[in-house]
């Protein structure tokens, strides 16, 4: 069954755009990753001077997933993450969830 991976992010408001840029501008290289099947960047709800981003990957398995994490392009991906643009935006680290799908209709 396939596998979602979601990662929350707060976004210190004022920082929307420059986060978003971050995202848009990013070298992905998921589209080549075995098991990879889609990805989405959300915005979420404002409250409490932050919005919350979720970063959300559909995975055919937790298998692909987990490969992916040890892969060097999950760190590749992630050279950046400790630059000051992406951290300025963030409150904290991001909170990572990951889901077995139970049912799924499209
Ligand atoms: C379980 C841990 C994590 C997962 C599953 C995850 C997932 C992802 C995915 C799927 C991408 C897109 C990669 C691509 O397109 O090739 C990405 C990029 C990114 N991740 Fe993570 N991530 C994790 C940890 C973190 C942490 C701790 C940060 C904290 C800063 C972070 C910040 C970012 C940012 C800002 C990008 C955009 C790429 C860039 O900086 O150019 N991620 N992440």
């Not at 991001?94 to 889901?99: A, C, H, K, L, N």
Request: hydrophobic share 40%; no cysteine; aromatic share 12%.
């Amino acid at each position: 069954m396939q596998f979602v991976a979601m990662n929350r992010f707060q976004i210190r408001k004022g920082h929307e755009e420059a986060f978003e840029r971050i995202w848009a501008e990013r070298e992905s290289r998921l589209k080549q990753t075995p098991g990879f099947r889609e990805f989405r960047l959300l915005k979420g709800p404002e409250g409490d001077g932050a919005r919350l981003y979720i970063s959300h990957a559909v995975w055919e398995s937790r298998a692909d997933f987990e490969a992916w994490t040890k892969s060097a392009q999950f760190r590749t991906a992630h050279k950046d993450a400790g630059a000051s643009k992406t951290q300025d935006a963030m409150i904290g680290p991001p909170q990572f969830e990951g889901f077995e799908t139970v049912l799924h209709e499209a």
